[in-house]
């Protein structure tokens, strides 16, 4: 069974502050993918970031960047220099295959000014 | 284009209401899902369709009725419904094995 674990449930920051959300994961598939959505208060979930489990590539966009580490089954999210319009709640979620979205139960970031 | 658009945005309605939700995408996705967010928790699945078959349903109870009439559109039908199902009600679109494309959400609260 696949399982994702966000264990921060609330970070708060102030702005320009770097932060870093954790995702483990677990799965017993060799082939699954890696999500990142963003939550802002308005609803929508905001697709950033999918990665499969054959590319351990780092990534960076911008202000933010992921570290997949399969060795340690964790796909973890860093808002550089991060502002006010990052407030939301962002959820790690994880696919096997074609199978359907598990996700995380979400950690709420607020980055005050 | 990665566009999943949802009607009404939000919905007051009684317990002996019908009333009727939309999502449409036009990125020619051939799979989509109906998801059911309460506060402060994840989405949870309750449907999936798949070429316009339903393939997943999460023991859902039956007062939600969704549809599928074509590749296009998905509908999700209320009738009966109960105050514990005031939530967020969430449609997203994908092809089956790629990235889910989510709507803004319809609030739904039960009176």
């Known amino acids: 069974a696949q399982k994702v674990t966000q264990a921060q449930t609330e970070i708060s920051v102030v702005e320009k502050e770097d932060v870093t959300l954790d995702c483990v994961y677990e799965?017993?598939?060799?082939?699954?993918?890696l999500f990142w959505y963003k939550q802002p208060p308005s609803g929508e979930l905001v697709f950033l970031i999918r990665r499969n489990s054959f590319d351990e590539q780092n990534e960076i966009s911008g202000r933010y960047s992921w570290n997949f580490q399969k060795s340690t089954s964790s796909f973890n999210f860093t808002i550089t220099a991060s502002q006010v319009v990052d407030s939301a709640v962002y959820f790690c979620a994880l696919s096997e295959g074609y199978s359907t979205l598990t996700f995380g139960k979400g950690t709420m970031l607020l980055v005050s000014p | 284009d990665t566009e999943v658009t949802q009607t009404p945005k939000h919905l007051v309605m009684g317990m002996t209401n019908k009333k009727s939700l939309k999502c449409e995408q036009h990125m020619g996705h051939r799979a989509m899902y109906w998801y059911k967010q309460k506060a402060k928790k994840p989405p949870e699945l309750m449907f999936v369709?798949?070429?316009?078959?339903?393939?997943i349903n999460e023991s859902v109870p039956s007062r939600f009725s969704p549809e599928c009439p074509n590749s296009s559109l998905l509908n999700l039908h209320l009738h009966a419904l109960q105050p514990e199902d005031s939530a967020l009600y969430l449609c997203?679109?994908?092809?089956?094995?790629?990235?889910?494309?989510f709507g803004p959400g319809t609030r739904l609260t039960v009176l």
């Open positions: 369709y798949s070429y316009e078959k339903l393939s």
């Open positions: 799965t017993r598939d060799t082939t699954y993918y």
């Open positions: 997203a679109s994908t092809m089956p094995g790629d990235t889910q494309y």
